[in-house]
C-alpha cells in the first residue's frame, strides 16, 4: 500500500477521531508529514499491510510525547523523531526494518510517515493501541509482555537520551520526568520488536483504518452525511449534543488533566454531561439532577477503553483535549475499542483504575 | 601507590575535611569500599600519581549524585556504581583506563575506589572539584571545555540511562530530574575525557591529598593537637566558634538545601552565624546587630569555592550537612579551594551567583 501526500488529510482525520482527543493536533502533524515528503521528494512511503510483516522484521515505535496543548506551541521541525530512531538503532546496534505507530491519534499517527519519508523505511499498518493512551505502557505490546525499553528521547535542541529500565511503569516514569524537563514535549523511539511478536501483540490495520475512517468523513461532510459516514466507518455511536459550558485544564506531571461540561440539548436537554480527560477524554458521565452531594441520577455513558470522540456539531469536525474551548456546540460518540484488548489484566493496564478515575464512578 | 584498607578511614576522614560538608556521608562510603575490597578479595587498588597520567589513558568519573541526606537511607550495594560506569564504557565503545573522582568529598571520593577495587581498573590521583560542589557542570573539566556528557546513571534497582546533552546545564538538569525519580539518589559515571585533557583541566593530587590531610587529623586527635593538624594539612583557617541554634534544610529540587545558625561562644560570644548550604556549605556570614530588616554589621567570612568546614568543637571531627543537629558545639573552618579554580568564569560556575546566593550578601 503507498501512501501519498493525498492520503495525509484523510489519516489526520481518522487519527483525530480514533485518537479520543489526544496524541497532539493532527494539523501539526499533517503540516510535518507534508514537509518532511516534499523536502526529501518522496512521493509515497511504503504501508507495509500487517500479515506481510515477516519474523525477520525488527520494528521500532515511533511517538511524540508530553501534553498535547504544549504540543502546539512546540512545534517540531520534523527531524527529532528520526534522531530518536537513529539514536535507539545505534544503542541496540540494529537496525530496524519498519517503523510503527506506537498509537492512532492526533500526531502519532503521522509520526512514524514522517519517520518513514525521512529515513525511506516503510510503515506497519498496525500500533500498540488501536487508539491513543496519555502513558507508554499503555498498550497491547505491554499487554502481551513486550518492553518499552531499551526506548531513546531527544528535544529539539538535540538533546538525547536512552532509558534501559526494569519496567514500563519505569520507562513511563523516567521519560515523563525528562519530557517534563525538556519543557512539555519529546521526541520518542521505543518498543524495538522483532516481526513474529508485534504480529501477535500489535492492532491490525489500524493506520488503514484510519485512513479509511478519514476519508468517508471527509466524503460524508460533502454529501451533508457526515454523521452517517461516521457510524458505517468505524461503529460510531452518538451519546450526547451539547454547548461546552467549562473546561478544566492543568498541564500538570507532563499531561494535560481536566474535565469538559456540557449542556445538552437536542434530544439531551435538561442534561449535563462531564468528560474527564488526561491528554485523550476517558470518562463520559451524565450527571443526574440529584441535590449537591448526591449521585442519584450520574451515569457512566462512555468508559476507557472505548474511544470517546467529540465532534463539533455542525462540521462533525472531531475536537481533540487541547481545542476544547468555551461556546463550543458538540455532538459525541463513543467507538468501541480494538478487540485486541480483551485480554486478562487490560483493565489494570487502561481501565479506569489505571487513571484513578475510579471514585469518579462510586 | 598503594591504597589499602588502611587507608580507608584517613580518605573518609580528608574527604569530609575537604568536602565542605557534603559529597555524601563518608561513613557509608567507608563501608562499600571496606566491603567492596573485601568482597573481590582485593587488598590494595592502585593510585596513578596524576603526572603518571598517559597520553593514552583514557578516563571517565564515578560518583554518587542526589541529597546527601537520602543518601544515608537508600544505601546501595556497591556494585550500582560499576554498572552505571560500564554502560557508559558500552555506550561509548571505549574501556577506560582509569577511575577518576569527580569531587572530593564524602562518599564521592571512596566511590572510585570502589570501582577499582570491582573492577581492577586504578584510580587517579586528581579530581574535577578539589572539594565538593552539588552541581555536575561545577567542575574545573568543565571550566576548561569538556562535557560531562556522555553520562550514565542508574539506580539499585538496576534501572539504566544514558544523557548525551548539548551542554552541561543540560546534562545537570536531566540528571537531576531522573535522580529525583530514582528516589532522590543516582549512580553516575560521566566526563569521558583523554589523559592529556585531564591533565590539563583536572586538580592534581586530590586523593593522597585527602588522605594525608586525613592520617594527620587521625594523629593530631590522638596526640590532643587536632585542630593544629588540621591547620598544617590543608591551611585551614579558624574562623567561629558556636552551638548550633537552628537548621533549616528541605529535601527539594534533589538537593539538600537550607542553613545553620550558630550562637558564639569563647572568643565569638554575642555573635551570630549563618552557613548557608546546597548539599555543601556555602556560605557564612556573621550575623550583626542590627535591627530587624537593616543588614547593618553583617560581614561574610566565608564563601565559595573556599571550603568551609564545621568540625565538633571537642573531637575535631567534621560534621557535615546531612549531620547537623540542633545543639551541636562546633568550630568552623574555612580552607582555600585547589588553585587550579583560579580562571576567567570560574565565578559564573562556582560563585555565589552560581546559587543564587548573591543577595544574600547586598
Given at each position: 500500500l503507498p501512501f501519498r501526500k493525498a492520503d495525509i488529510e484523510g489519516l489526520a482525520l481518522g487519527s483525530a477521531v480514533l485518537g479520543s482527543g489526544g496524541g497532539g493536533n493532527p494539523y501539526i502533524g499533517s503540516l510535518l508529514l507534508r514537509q518532511s515528503m516534499e523536502t526529501e521528494g518522496v512521493d509515497e512511503v511504503r504501508i507495509v499491510p500487517f500479515d506481510e510483516i515477516d519474523d525477520s522484521d525488527f520494528l521500532i515505535c515511533s511517538a511524540g510525547m508530553g501534553s498535547p496543548a504544549i504540543g502546539i506551541e512546540k512545534i517540531p521541525n520534523g527531524t527529532e523523531h528520526v534522531r530518536a530512531f537513529r539514536t535507539l538503532e545505534a544503542f541496540l546496534k540494529k537496525k530496524a526494518t519498519i517503523v510503527s505507530p506506537i498509537e492512532i491519534g492526533g500526531v502519532n499517527s503521522l509520526v512514524p510517515l514522517i519517520v518513514g519519508a525521512r529515513s525511506g523505511l516503510p510503515v506497519a499498518?498496525?500500533?500498540?493501541?488501536?487508539r491513543a493512551f496519555?502513558?507508554?505502557?499503555?498498550?497491547t505490546l505491554a499487554g502481551f509482555g513486550y518492553s518499552a525499553s531499551p526506548a531513546a528521547l531527544g528535544d529539539e535542541r538535540i538533546n538525547g537520551l536512552i532509558i534501559d529500565a526494569i519496567s514500563d511503569r519505569w520507562t513511563e516514569r523516567l521519560a515523563r520526568a525528562v519530557t517534563t524537563v525538556f519543557g512539555g514535549r519529546a521526541y520518542v523511539a521505543l518498543y524495538p520488536i522483532e516481526g513474529a511478536d508485534y504480529r501477535r501483540a500489535a492492532i491490525p490495520g489500524t493506520l488503514s483504518l484510519a485512513i479509511g475512517i478519514g476519508a468517508s468523513l471527509i466524503e460524508g461532510i460533502k454529501n451533508k452525511d457526515a454523521e452517517d459516514a461516521l457510524v458505517k466507518s468505524c461503529g460510531a455511536r452518538p451519546i450526547f449534543t451539547g454547548k461546552l459550558v467549562d473546561v478544566k485544564r492543568y498541564n500538570t506531571r507532563g499531561f494535560a488533566i481536566g474535565h469538559a461540561i456540557l449542556d445538552g440539548f437536542e434530544g439531551y436537554a435538561h442534561q449535563r454531561l462531564k468528560v474527564s480527560f488526561q491528554n485523550e477524554y476517558l470518562l463520559a458521565r451524565i450527571l443526574g439532577a440529584g441535590k449537591s452531594g448526591e449521585s442519584d441520577g450520574h451515569r457512566t455513558v462512555a468508559c476507557t477503553p472505548d474511544i470517546i470522540s467529540i465532534h463539533?456539531?455542525?462540521?462533525?469536525l472531531p475536537i481533540t483535549t487541547d481545542q476544547l474551548r468555551y461556546g463550543m456546540r458538540c455532538k459525541i460518540f463513543v467507538i468501541p475499542v480494538a478487540?485486541?484488548?480483551?485480554?486478562?489484566?487490560a483493565d489494570e493496564l487502561v481501565g479506569l483504575k489505571a487513571f484513578n478515575l475510579e471514585e469518579s464512578v462510586t
Open positions: 499498518d498496525g500500533d500498540g493501541e488501536g496519555p502513558e507508554l505502557q499503555m498498550t463539533d456539531e455542525s462540521t462533525l478487540p485486541k484488548w480483551d485480554f486478562e489484566g
